[in-house]
């Protein structure tokens, strides 16, 4: 009786464990995806800048954004 309730005991620690490791790499990929975002979001920042401050320059200075998500 004390073998089963060993290899029980170790199945669940298996168990437990391994839901342990597949929460912390989910939260580990969501993290990078972030940083990725910011990074994008940056780019497009740098890339967005000089054109708005060239139409800022002249006399029709309209501007129409568009979310890049969509």
């Given amino acids: 009786m ?3 309730l060993i290899e029980n ?3 669940i620690l298996g168990i437990i464990e391994g839901g342990f490791i597949a929460y ?3 939260f580990l990929s969501k993290r990078f995806d972030l940083k990725d975002k ?3 979001k940056e ?3 740098k890339q967005v800048e ?3 401050h ?3 320059k002249g006399r029709n200075s309209n501007v129409e954004l568009v979310n890049v998500k969509k």
């Fill in 54 to 56: 060239e139409i800022g």
């Fill in 38 to 40: 910011l990074l994008q």
């Fill in 24 to 26: 912390h790499v989910y």
């Fill in 9 to 11: 005991i170790i199945g």
């Fill in 50 to 52: 000089p054109i708005l």
């Fill in 43 to 45: 780019d497009i920042r």
């Fill in 2 to 4: 004390t073998h089963w």
